[in-house]
């Protein structure tokens, strides 16, 4: 039986790694896209109210903010450290709850 040292066929497989701002600046996008969806599709069929039209502003914000932090991580407090892996599982249920309500509206 030859055993060998898996350990260095495996160090060259590059892993994925993102900054945890960039993970958190697209948890906070999805929220943005979801009021400006919302309250876009409330403005059109119910008419535009002030709250639909600062709702959409408020989403656009978000936007603005996701896209902040993920060009521009060193902006944030531990921003361009490596997210960890809750924040993975996280934006992958916050992902999963989007496409549902997307499909429900």
Request: hydrophobic content about 50%; glycine content about 12%.
């Amino acid at each position: 039986m030859v055993i060998t040292d898996m350990s260095s066929r495996f160090a060259t497989v590059p892993s994925i790694s993102l900054h945890r701002a960039a993970i958190q600046g697209y948890l906070v996008g999805l929220l943005g896209l979801l009021f400006v969806i919302e309250n876009a599709l409330s403005m059109l069929t119910t008419g535009g109210s002030v709250t639909d039209v600062s709702g959409i502003v408020l989403g656009l914000f978000a936007i603005g903010g996701a896209v902040l932090g993920y060009f521009s991580p060193q902006r944030f407090p531990r921003g361009t450290e490596p997210a960890p892996p809750y924040l993975y599982v996280l934006a992958g249920g916050a992902t999963a709850a989007f496409a549902v309500t997307i499909l429900l509206l």
